[in-house]
């Protein structure tokens, strides 16, 4: 690719390294595209190049205009976008550069939309277009906002504009070289909606309406004064007609909206007024730890609402046990495992606001325990004991020093009293605690010393594969203790053929199938 110079005496060699330097220097010439023969640049587009060279070689190439080769020779341009394509001849030359055009079927199109929502012009609706053929073809273009300038080859075509649940649909023409305007007006109604002028808090309203019913356009309830963005309960159209919308949970003057949710645009409003419900609860001025207790309530029952119990000064959001008021009225609360003074309270669910507050002593039950100084090992025991009785509540027996909030053996106190509890199968120093299955907290504790049973087997030293024998033994009879046959490799905790001591002594026991 490059060029020899003859040099053959000084000022020769100075001409060629002029000629030379002019050739780096040199800038190539320009091909851009136009909308139609002789038209405006086209602008704001990607174009696909392609050159064949003099030589036939072929190259690629994209961008907004094309820089050509600096070699001299006949080219061959094709310029390609949005299914549009133009092809040019042009000559490049030894000189100054110069600016080549390649025609492209296209014109200029200008999109605008204006708005009306319940009669007030909307400054810039922001609407989606979707531009495609208007023989079917879809999805050429899409875009956003009140107003937009596009180039689109020659032919026939529709757009389609959305906005608040409107879609409006326009074809047009497109002519090469030419500019053309397409205009969409979306004229929205005014929504309605109609309900009870007067209701009481947390109310379960039924709303009916009218509007645009666009996905996602919500109905809901806010003080008068609320910023348009504020929302208390809501719901959305698409869920039906009449909507079911909670009303807020303290009295006072409010008011209903149809809310677009395009821009959260109040497309509605309808005054209603929100009385106050009286609140109380009924329940003992005092009672023990841990007892149930049916509490009478009196309020809104607003979805949520529940009925809890917690030491007096307690935070807002604090609670223990508690009931939902729509379950049931009485409700069951269960009482602390902790004496102290207490406060019932009447919650709403909807803000957590405290809308009733009744004070009880909860009182302290001597809580003890009555079982041996000592037991075998593995054995079950009789237990009496005394205590609350709490829901979940039970006895366990463990390790002296075992944390308070977990157990070994257990029984729920719900058997009674006296209750069976099984001792563990180790020797050693325990404790039999009363845990409140509240808390986790020991209400009771009584030291007890677990002793070793001997334990023997009697049973021949050989016996026939699959057969029963008759074994003799001595032992703790522990709760599900058990006699098997395995190998002696066997891992303590797996087990073969077996036989429950709870049958008595002599037991009989298969044999395994396979010598050994």
């Given amino acids: 690719g490059g060029q020899y110079f003859d040099a053959q005496h000084s000022d020769a060699l100075r001409v060629a390294l002029e000629q030379a330097v002019e050739r780096i220097k040199a800038i190539p010439d320009i091909v851009r595209a136009t909308l139609g023969e002789g038209g405006a640049a086209v602008t704001g587009l990607e174009l696909n190049w392609l050159i064949t060279g003099p030589d036939g070689r072929q190259t690629r190439h994209s961008g907004t205009q094309l820089a050509l080769p600096l070699e001299p020779g006949e080219y061959s341009v094709e310029v390609e976008v949005l299914g549009a394509s133009g092809t040019a001849i042009v000559g490049v030359e030894v000189g100054d550069s110069r600016q080549h055009e390649v025609a492209l079927p296209m014109g200029r199109v200008t999109f605008v939309a204006q708005a009306i929502v319940a009669g007030?012009?909307?400054?810039?609706?922001?609407?989606?277009?979707?531009?495609?053929r208007a023989d079917g073809e879809s999805g050429l273009l899409s875009f956003q906002g009140s107003q937009s300038e596009r180039l689109l080859p020659v032919g026939r075509f529709r757009v389609v504009g959305e906005f608040e649940g409107?879609?409006?649909?326009?074809?047009?023409?497109?002519?090469?070289?030419?500019?053309?305007s397409v205009s969409l007006d979306f004229l929205v109604e005014p929504a309605t909606l109609e309900a009870e002028a007067a209701v009481r808090e947390s109310q379960r309203v039924d709303v009916t309406w009218s509007g645009p019913a666009a996905k996602g356009d919500y109905i809901?309830?806010?003080?008068?004064d609320a910023p348009t963005e504020e929302h208390r309960d809501y719901a959305y159209v698409e869920e039906g007609n009449p909507v079911v919308v909670a009303m807020p949970d303290s009295s006072g003057e409010f008011e209903l909206r149809y809310v677009s949710a395009d821009r959260r645009r109040v497309l509605a409003r309808r005054p209603i007024k929100v009385a106050a419900v009286e609140h109380s609860l009924e329940a003992p001025d005092t009672a023990p730890i841990s007892s149930t207790l049916d509490i009478t309530w009196q309020g809104a029952n607003g979805e949520g609402d529940w009925v809890t119990v917690v030491p007096q000064g307690a935070g807002a959001q604090?609670?223990?046990?508690?009931?939902?008021?729509?379950?049931?009225?009485?409700?069951q609360l269960t009482l602390p495992d902790t004496a102290g003074s207490y406060e019932i309270r009447y919650v709403s669910g909807q803000s957590r606001m405290v809308k009733a507050r009744r004070v009880i002593e909860v009182s302290a039950i001597d809580t003890k325990i009555v079982a041996p100084q000592t037991a075998p090992i593995g054995v079950e025991i009789e237990i009496a004991w005394q205590g609350p009785d709490g829901k979940g509540d039970y006895l366990t027996v463990v390790i002296p020093d075992t944390d308070d909030g977990k157990h070994g053996k257990y029984t729920y106190t719900r058997q009674g009293s006296p209750l069976d509890l099984l001792m563990p199968d180790r020797a050693g120093e325990y404790e039999i605690r009363y845990i409140s299955n509240q808390s986790g907290s020991v209400l009771a504790r009584h030291t007890i010393r677990i002793t070793d049973v001997e334990t023997i087997l009697q049973a021949p030293q050989s016996a026939p594969v699959s057969k029963d024998i008759e074994i003799a033994w001595r032992g703790p009879d522990g709760k599900g203790d058990y006699l098997t046959v395995v190998p002696p490799d066997t891992d303590d905790r797996k087990h073969g053929k077996y036989s429950y001591t709870?049958?008595?002594?002599?037991?009989?026991?298969?044999?395994p199938d396979s010598p050994g």
């Fill in 120 to 132: 007030e012009p909307i400054n810039q609706p922001d609407v989606s277009w979707s531009v495609g």
């Fill in 166 to 180: 409107l879609s409006l649909s326009e074809e047009f023409a497109v002519n090469s070289g030419d500019s053309t």
């Fill in 220 to 224: 809901t309830v806010v003080p008068v």
């Fill in 318 to 331: 604090e609670y223990t046990s508690y009931f939902y008021t729509a379950k049931s009225n009485p409700g």
């Fill in 502 to 511: 709870r049958k008595g002594s002599p037991l009989r026991l298969v044999m």
